[in-house]
């Protein structure tokens, strides 16, 4: 079955930089999205970023344009997730998650989902 596992979380003062790793296994997945998401303490969890495996076409939430950066390996099945700039606002859990084509950012139409990896941002 489809596995995500997620890393590189950590503590950075603001204005500092972080890399997201999801390493998926399980399936081919040329043919599908991936996401990360966010979900800071007592919000809903948020999308972030997404980008198709094949072409690599991205899509961001506003609130990030310009600092993050979504990535993928095809050949490690990894999708990275470079923040810049960060802010205390970017603290939460930040989940990897995958679907088949086409795109959304609706979380309830995603169906596989990593552990989450915690991300801290202090001012």
């Known amino acids: 079955q489809v596995q995500l596992v997620e890393s590189g979380g950590g503590l950075v003062q603001a204005g500092g930089s972080l890399r997201l790793s999801c390493a998926a296994s399980g399936r081919t997945f040329s043919s599908y999205v991936m996401g990360w998401f966010r979900q800071a303490p007592g919000k809903e969890r948020e999308f972030v970023a997404a980008i198709t495996w094949r072409t690599g076409t991205t899509y961001y939430t506003d609130s990030v344009k310009g600092r993050f950066t979504i990535s993928r390996d095809n050949a490690e099945n990894t999708v990275y997730l470079q923040m810049s700039s960060l802010k205390p606002e970017d603290t939460a859990v930040y989940y990897c998650?995958?679907?088949?084509?086409?795109?959304?950012?609706?979380?309830?139409?995603?169906?596989?989902w990593g552990q989450g990896t915690q991300v801290t941002v202090s001012s």
């Open positions: 998650a995958t679907r088949p084509l086409p795109y959304y950012s609706e979380r309830y139409r995603y169906f596989h």
